[in-house]
């Protein structure tokens, strides 16, 4: 099996340079490593190109994680296509490890495994879990795949730093262009493999399969609160959770994303908690409604044909 990796970056040269090396001592090379830069990122893709024909560059102009992806995407031609972010390295025995899993059974479509989190230098232990990757029957996402132990399972969703699809699939696929965000279009893999779910295809997370992640906000990303990338945010997630949910599950999820939601993005029971703990939670509150209403937009505009965002 030929296997293709795909860097998307922009604004780290640094963590790409790192990446780079990481993916250079894989036991079981790439056949193809691409890396995806901005036209503006001089400097990464200096980086990029200092690696020689071991690595090839694809220039996009627009801005997001989703339009560098799918550039790569498109420019790949392996039968399994391996997505990480410029800020991890993965481990050595990681696209050996992705491909047996693929060899095993041809109904997997998707393969991922665990982010080791790494802040300030050290690696940081925030235990373990069984429970990685999955969706309720009303829509409640649950991520933990930084935390994943025991053996490998079917999940629902895998985490885009450490995540394989087969080629043909994603190609056909892509990364859903209806996403909003500005530098990164979060959640972006959630509708992916619900996609594949929704086709009866496997998708498999393997704890053992793994990177390092050494997470860094993108350069056109805020450090700081801001109600617009919550809504974002929240809009992407509800879109991929509304196409997969039969209708009745549909609306229990709406009514608990307002009755009660998370601590990220509020409900009403979150709300009156975040009045106590923290400012912002009002804010919060009607940027994460305000992400559902456009969510439930963007699904109406699509059956209708119309695929237009705003």
Known sequence: MRVSVVIPTYGRPQSLARCLDAIARQRRPADETIVVVRGDDLASEQVARSRGAAVR??????????????????????????????????????????????????????????????FDGRPWDGGSTQRVGTISRIGVITGNHHMGSGP?????????????????????????????????????????????????????YDPEIAVDHFPQPRIDDSREFRPEELRDSTHNKAVAVLEHLPAPARAAHRAWALAIGT??????????????????????????????????????RTRRGDTRLR
Not at 85 to 99: G, Y
Not at 152 to 177: A, F, H, M, Y
């Open 263 to 300: 601590g990220t993005e509020p409900g009403l029971a979150q709300l009156l908690r975040a009045r106590v703990r923290r400012a912002g939670g009002w804010a919060r509150f009607r940027a994460t409604q305000a992400g559902l209403r456009d969510a439930a937009h963007t699904v109406r």
């Open 57 to 118: 560059v694809v220039r996009v102009d627009r801005p997001g994680v989703v339009a560098a992806m799918n550039a790569g995407i498109d420019a790949s031609d392996g039968d399994v296509v391996a997505l990480t972010d410029d800020d991890a390295a993965p481990h050595e025995d990681w696209l050996a490890r992705l491909l047996a899993v693929y060899e095993g059974d041809p109904g997997v479509a998707a393969v991922g495994g665990r982010d080791r989190l790494h």
């Open 152 to 204: 490998p399972r079917d999940v629902d969703v895998l985490k885009g730093v450490n995540l394989s699809v087969r080629g043909g699939l994603l190609r056909e696929l892509r990364i859903d262009e209806r996403l909003r965000g500005v530098g990164t279009e979060h959640h972006w893999e959630l509708g992916l493999c619900l996609s594949l779910r929704r086709r009866g295809l496997r998708v498999v």
